[in-house]
């Protein structure tokens, strides 16, 4: 069973769109987040949810609107895609980053056209 | 910003030899961790070093961590060449909960 599992792997779709990706987790963790990477491989948190609450917003641009329905999940809302967006977007999950590190998604590949 | 720089940002070795790849950060860490992501992957946890450890070991990786330097280092031994992947040190500060990344170092192990 995949631990953090997010969908879909891949999306490709215009500028000015509205699209969402979303992340499950089975391993029981309180601690959800998710993560942007660019093109030259920089990791960057953008949210990060414990319990359903939002505990951390990056200075993310408020196009991007998380959603946690239960701690087990996390979804990620995109309204008004610009090309800038395109990028691997990682969800993760964590018990305690004190403690054990995070467990992350496969990534999914946002394409802006 | 980014909390560290790696060094070197690419490395590229022969099956059976050692890689070292180097992180340094900016503030006080809670602790120090290692991920491995494989070419088009999600990230992997390889290894959790405290600010109050100095080195630890896992099969065939050893962490060091110099707090004084803010520095650490990923030594891995007998290197495979499925060792091939990028390697990133992440930091996490204070009483938080997120993970601050490092540029990475893309390591090329040739049979």
């Known amino acids: 069973d995949t631990a953090v599992s997010q969908t879909p792997k891949y999306l490709v779709t215009q500028m000015g769109n509205d699209k969402s990706i979303k992340c499950e987790q089975n391993l029981g963790h309180d601690t959800m987040y998710w993560y942007k990477q660019d093109s030259k491989k920089f990791l960057k948190i953008m949210f990060s949810y414990n319990n359903k609450e939002l505990i951390i917003n990056e200075t993310v641009p408020n196009r991007f609107s998380p959603k946690s329905p239960d701690k087990a999940h996390l979804n990620l809302h995109i309204n008004s895609l610009e090309l800038g967006d395109s990028a691997v977007y990682f969800c993760?999950?964590?018990?305690?980053?004190?403690?054990?590190?995070?467990?992350f998604g496969q990534g999914t590949r946002l394409t802006v056209v | 910003s980014q909390q560290g720089e790696e060094d070197p940002q690419a490395l590229s070795i022969q099956e059976g030899e050692n890689a070292t790849m180097n992180c340094s950060y900016k503030t006080s860490i809670n602790n120090l961790q290692w991920y491995r992501q494989n070419s088009g992957r999600g990230l992997v946890h390889l290894i959790l070093i405290r600010s109050n450890e100095r080195e630890k070991h896992s099969g065939r990786l050893r962490v060091t961590l110099d707090t004084s330097k803010k520095s650490s280092s990923l030594l891995i031994t007998a290197s495979r060449a499925a060792d091939t992947a990028s390697y990133f040190c992440?930091?996490?500060?204070?009483?938080?909960?997120?993970?601050?990344f490092g540029t990475g170092t893309q390591l090329k192990v040739e049979l």
């Open positions: 992440a930091t996490v500060t204070g009483g938080g909960n997120k993970l601050t």
């Open positions: 993760a999950s964590s018990q305690d980053q004190a403690t054990g590190g995070s467990f």
